[in-house]
């Protein structure tokens, strides 16, 4: 396995999508999201707990289907 540094990843996948948005095949990521219906009970309650602490913090939480 290969080891990279947060900020080369992403740096490749900013320039990733902006080569893909100059080809006009950038998909909106909220379209690329698993619809959810398979998730597990414990999955399903991680995400509740992650969107909670998001929105006691005061940031916007990531969607996510559950």
Do not use: F, Q
Request: aromatic residues 2%; hydrophobic residues 35%.
């Amino acid at each position: 396995m290969r080891t990279i540094k947060l900020e080369t990843h992403l740096k490749r996948t900013a320039a990733k999508a902006r080569e893909l948005d100059a080809a006009g095949r950038n998909v909106p990521t909220d379209a690329l999201r698993n619809a959810g219906k398979t998730r597990t009970t414990a999955k399903r309650v991680l995400l509740d707990r992650v969107e909670k602490r998001a929105r006691a913090a005061g940031k916007k939480p990531v969607l996510s289907h559950y």
